[in-house]
């Protein structure tokens, strides 16, 4: 570039000698576990995820492609031109918001499943609401690249790639406080919906443990760990935000996390029975419950609450949810 470089803030660490890594985690999460979950989606009747959860999935490859353009372009930190760094820089500054925006309205959307008792009723106005929970995290990207093209018009000598893995706006306070401080918020929000929705999901099971003393009400070893995992996980990123807001030179770590977080998200929600049955070429169809035919309404509407309960983890659709367990 012909302009003098200045970085404005908080000074980041070289981490060139980490593009391997950083490399293998985006393009195991973002470039292939991600497209493998939402094309399964796509051509398999048996796999089905929420919408919210499938556009959670495209957001984050999204991330991860935007990421990784040197690397497409084949050049390195301190070899790439002036316009690509400045696309870069733009992208990264709108996915991550849209990351986080889409992280939350997921969470936001299995939050309502425990108060809505009919889920099919006023269908328009349910899918007028659908839409616009599908688009609002584009949105934020779309806000967010643009400011941050304004800015970069502006200053141009604060565009650059000083840590070694991608091109990105070094000026305060955009660049501390922009993307930064919404996405760290836009995860603590998303934190605690998300200990809200386990302190509700374990009320409810004793409810329906005790309204329906016949009903199984194991939890699977493999959902709590999963749940753990991603409670664990988020706890993570947003002690990675809080890095890049706090410290005067970013340690090496929140950058790490960041490439982590796709991959995170693709063996989470994508370690579901039903995206591996559908893969699963050599075995017959599951076959029908033989014990539902003798189930009365009251368990199985106590069985439709509880898998409305774990769509966190199952990612499943419901089709009924009822908020009050002891039905006669």
Known sequence: MSVVLRIDGNQPPDLSSLSPAYLTLHIAGG??????????????????YHPTIINLFCTWSLYSISSCLLFYAGKSANAASAQLCYVQSALMHGTLPMCATSSLIVVLQIWSLFFQPDV???QRSCSTLMLIKLATPYMIFIVFTILTAVFQIRSPEYVHAANGLYCTYYKSPFSRWGTPAF??????ITFGFEIAIGARYFFMSRQISSGFPLVNRSISPIIVTRLVLFNFYALITISAGIAFLSYPKVPVWPFMIQAGVPLAVAVVFGSSKELFLAWSFWKRKRKLDPEAGNKGPGVQIAHELADSADLLVRTATPTIVVDRPNVQ
């Open 120 to 122: 099919q009723r006023n």
């Open 183 to 188: 996405s760290s918020i836009a995860a603590g």
């Open 31 to 48: 470039h292939v576990l991600l497209p493998f979950i939402v094309a399964t989606c796509v051509i398999s009747k048996s796999t089905v």
